[in-house]
């Protein structure tokens, strides 16, 4: 593995500073712990490559939570100017608006224990998890196709999301998104998978709200300790993964790979055609991705109801933390619209932005960041910091620690049991090959990321929530 310059420049920031083909300099927000575990992989040199990019603007960002992953770190962002500069379908990820939603109910830790078992067996029933698993929902193709175009449209029109859902949804659940420059396969993979969760990393949990840090914001956004919350994470599954190689093909064939740092870094310039393109069918897919999660809550609602008739669930918020999107910053004093790639990171708007629901805009974008199976989640809110300083953008969860191979070699079935039964955590899982790579030791230390984020002031502390039942692929 290369040694790569890095200077710590203060507290909780690195930086790999500006040489060779680099454009900008890259910075690493980690404190002293997460620096070096995000040594131990190739991070760092995705974090440099991304510094050489066309058009590029200030410098490269790699969030607190990051590890290596296709083109871009897992936890990257990159903004780029909109003559000169490029979009990367690595820089967005296979799991085109992979991204977390938070509801919240009416009911209290106490009376979910109670019927703890019944609803989680209720949950797994009725929302389909695991790789390639398809959904009981079938649509035509012509209602594929609007949901393409729609996102949540489709669903506030069938009786499956209510107006409120469509305000605290990231962009009201559409983007501008055109199913014709979408795959006939991408469609073809995504059709029967609506309202599921699939593997890997996603999941669903019901969790409670554990501690308050900040009682107004809490408040705003409707949460108080000991309340059930569930978090959903998971994105456009098969179809968001066939659309991103459908255009990492295009654009090797367009544009080449010869001047690449890194032929995963295959890009499309902005003014061309190929980017309008793959920025049309990106957008597609994250509206299939917002309607995915929509499904999926549209199951909850109906799961929760039969053990608690009077339970009334609501949307908190919806972000998604694999998407390029068009945003205007100030730059040396001037508002320009520039095109920010986060991948593996959450957008983290400060007070006043109109892209911000109605009823959250006096105080800020709610940032969602789940930890890993068994550990905490946060709720956290957006700044201006983050605005001047990250390109509005913060962590997205804990961050892998170790390979999901590695992770299968070293963490066995009695000790993932034992681990979630001591944190009193009841799961059902579709595969527990798929359970054992993502137990909590094959990831980073969510406090410390949070802890990182919080200080730096790019997005702060609002509510730790608790896993109590967990449903994954």
Known sequence: MKMIEIRKISENIYEIPKHGKMLVPSQILASDDLIEKIK???????????????????????????????????????????????????????????????????????EFLEKREQVLSELYKNIPSGLGKGGELKISDKEMNEILDNGIGWALKNGYATKRDLEMIEDGGKLKGNYKKVSQKARARGKNQLGTIGSGNHFLEVQYVDEIFDEKTAKIFGLKKEQIVILIHTGSRGLGHQTAS???????????????????????????????????AMNASANFAFTNRQIITYNVRKSFKKFFPKSKIELVYDVTHNIAKFEPFKINGKSVELCVHRKGATRAFGKGRKEIPEEYRAIGQPVLIPGSMGTSSYVLLGTKKAEEFSFASTAHGAGRLMSRARAKEEITESQLKKELEEHDVKFKAGSIKGMLEEGPRAYKDVEEIVRVVDELGISKKVARLKPLAVVKG
């Open 40 to 110: 131990q992989d190739k991070t760092l040199e995705q974090a440099k490559n991304i510094s050489m990019l066309p058009g590029i603007v200030e410098k490269s960002l790699t969030m607190p939570d990051a590890h290596q992953g296709y083109g871009f770190p897992i936890g990257g962002v990159a903004a780029f100017d909109l003559k000169k500069g490029i979009i990367s379908p690595g820089g967005v990820g296979y799991d085109i608006n992979c991204g977390v939603r938070l509801l919240k109910t009416n009911l209290t830790k106490k």
């Open 246 to 280: 459908d255009y990492i093909h295009k654009m090797e064939e367009e544009f080449g790979i010869e001047n690449l740092p890194d032929r995963e870094l295959i890009y499309a310039p902005l003014t061309s055609q190929l980017a309008q393109d793959y920025i049309e």
